[in-house]
């Protein structure tokens, strides 16, 4: 049995490692792609990120009313829907996964976690 011991550094090296990172991310997306968007275009709308994002962590116990709910994922999309054509093609979906495993790895800090 091995043992996985992630901390900031281990984290950001994964970002920076561009071959990776990207390869990860292109099954990400292509796994979203097949599974929640809907007309299945290569690009996903609101909603179908939310869908996404919901199978991978809950804002619902976080956050007090789907209204708030509903906020951080307009805000986010607001912010990384750069073409501002109401959807995230992969390089916009790329630019928020970079961000969430940047902030990610700030909040691990150089604490190790297993």
Do not use: W
């Not at 307009?74 to 501002?84: S, T, W």
Request: contains cysteine.
């Amino acid at each position: 049995m091995s043992v996985v011991i992630v901390n900031r550094s281990t984290v950001m090296e994964f970002i920076e490692d561009m071959v990776t990172f990207d390869k990860c991310l292109n099954e990400c997306f292509n796994e979203l792609d097949v599974d929640v968007d809907v007309d299945v275009d290569g690009v996903l709308f609101r909603l179908e990120l939310q869908k996404g994002f919901g199978r991978l962590m809950t804002l619902e116990h976080d956050l007090e009313s789907e209204e708030q709910i509903n906020n951080v994922y307009d805000n986010v999309f607001e912010k990384f829907n750069e073409d501002h054509n109401g959807t995230l093609d992969r390089k916009e979906f790329r630019s928020l996964m970079k961000e969430i495993m940047q902030a990610v790895a700030r909040g691990i800090g150089n604490s190790p976690i297993q």
